[in-house]
């Protein structure tokens, strides 16, 4: 009786364990939705960039979870969930591709 309740323990522990989100899970999910196909290649490197590879040949390299927060809410307010083609950051605008081909910049 004392080694099933132990072991009823580990099993808990185990499931306990893998229920916490982290921001790789985070990032793993959301490489789905931009690419809103297979997701070919998914990597972080030494430096900490996220880098997605979409089936359909989109490409992605994120630095932090902010772009990734606003690649999710773009592709939400004005790609329809449809998945991003194309997305670009500079210091002022978000230049990005809808996978419909829609084009935008908007300021940020």
């Known amino acids: 009786m004392k080694k099933l ?3 009823m323990v580990v099993v808990a522990a185990s499931v306990a364990g893998c229920s916490s989100t982290t921001s790789q899970d985070n990032y793993r999910e959301a490489s789905f939705e931009l690419c809103n196909t297979e997701v070919d290649l998914y990597s972080v490197s030494d430096d900490g960039r996220i880098r997605i590879a979409c089936a359909d040949g989109a490409k992605f390299a994120l630095d932090s979870e902010d772009t990734l927060t606003t690649m999710r809410d773009i592709n939400i307010d004005y790609c329809d969930g449809e998945g991003l083609g194309k997305f670009n950051e ?4 978000y230049s990005f591709k809808c996978k419909s081909g829609t084009l935008l910049n908007i300021n940020k």
């Open 90 to 93: 500079t210091s002022k605008y």
């Open 5 to 7: 309740g132990l072991a």
